[in-house]
């Protein structure tokens, strides 16, 4: 009935080094993105200044994002663990998984659509991490033999 009182939720609560991990992560994001207009600048003229090894530093560049894509790789697959733990257990958040705010627990199919989701997600993380990398290696392969 819409006026009736609901028992007590029962809480997963949040924990103190997640939301410590959280806080750095979202600070280091902002500082990259503060600094990436200038670093971009400095790579640009890094490349153009031998135009003979242009394609070899271009190739150097895409070999530090794949390393940059590395903890992206790792989130997706703690993603994806996580999902699949929600999953078999039908509870989320499962047992064990930090969280940033107290999170209510929920049970059974709604719990395993949330898996679900949580595994959909993950696999995106990790294609973009692998992908996008190997995307941008392939794009430069084809243009250095047209060149």
């Known amino acids: 009935m819409p006026g009736e009182m609901k028992g007590p939720e ?3 609560r ?15 994001l902002f500082a990259v993105m503060l600094a990436s207009k200038p670093l971009f600048g ?10 003979d090894r242009a394609f070899e530093r271009v190739e150097m ?3 530090g994002l794949a390393l940059v894509s590395v ?9 994806l663990h996580f999902a699949r733990r929600s999953i078999d257990t039908e509870r989320f958040p499962p047992e064990g998984m930090p ?10 199919s ?14 995106l993380i990790c294609i973009i991490a692998i992908g996008f990398p190997l995307a941008l290696w392939l794009i430069v392969q084809r243009m250095a033999a047209g060149a």
């Open 61 to 63: 560049m895409i070999f």
């Open 99 to 108: 969280v940033i705010v107290d999170t209510p627990i929920v049970r059974g």
């Open 14 to 28: 949040a924990s103190a080094s997640a939301r410590v991990a959280f806080a750095f992560v979202v600070a280091l």
């Open 42 to 51: 400095a790579i640009e003229e890094w490349i153009g200044a031998d135009p």
């Open 110 to 123: 709604k719990a395993v659509s949330r898996g679900r989701a949580m595994r959909v997600g993950g696999v």
């Open 10 to 12: 029962e809480l997963e």
């Open 71 to 79: 903890p992206f790789l790792i989130l997706g697959m703690v993603n």
